[in-house]
C-alpha cells in the first residue's frame, strides 16, 4: 500500500516555472515506477511522464517533453516534477500515480494522489 501526497501547486504566468513534489509513505517506494498526470475539466487525464524505479530511466509525453523534468529521491521517499514555459494550456490537476511497472496509461497505475491544482496566467 502506498498513500501519496502532492504539494506545490499554484497560480503562475505564462512563461513562469513551478515545482510540483510528491510525498510516498511505506517502506518499498523505490519498488515503484512514479508517473506524473493531469487532467483539465472536461479532458481526460493525461499522461505526462514517469521515472523508474531508481530513477535511471525518464519518459515524458510530447507536449512536456523539453519543458517538464521528473526527478525521485529514494531516501525521502519523493517524486518532483519541475515544470518550466508553463503555457495557459498547462492548466490543470496534476496527479502523481505509483505503479509496479512502466506504463503510460492511468488505468494501469495502482495508487494515486489527490491532486494539485496548477492554473498558468496569460
Known amino acids: 500500500q502506498v498513500q501519496l501526497v502532492e504539494s506545490g501547486g499554484g497560480l503562475v504566468q505564462a512563461g513562469g516555472s513551478l515545482r510540483l513534489s510528491c510525498a510516498a509513505s511505506?517502506?518499498?517506494?523505490?519498488?515503484?515506477?512514479m508517473g506524473w498526470f493531469r487532467q483539465a475539466p472536461g479532458k481526460d487525464r493525461e499522461f505526462l511522464g514517469w521515472i523508474s524505479r531508481y530513477g535511471g530511466n525518464t519518459y515524458y509525453a510530447d507536449s512536456v517533453k523539453g519543458r517538464f523534468t521528473i526527478s525521485r529521491d529514494n531516501a525521502k521517499n519523493t517524486v518532483d516534477l519541475q515544470m518550466n514555459s508553463l503555457k495557459p494550456e498547462d492548466t490543470a490537476v496534476y496527479y502523481c500515480?505509483?505503479?509496479?511497472?512502466?506504463?503510460?496509461?492511468?488505468?494501469?497505475?495502482?495508487?494515486w494522489g489527490q491532486g494539485t491544482q496548477v492554473t498558468v496566467s496569460s
Open positions: 511505506g517502506r518499498t517506494f523505490s519498488s515503484y515506477v
Open positions: 500515480a505509483a505503479h509496479r511497472d512502466l506504463s503510460n496509461r492511468p488505468e494501469a497505475y495502482d495508487y
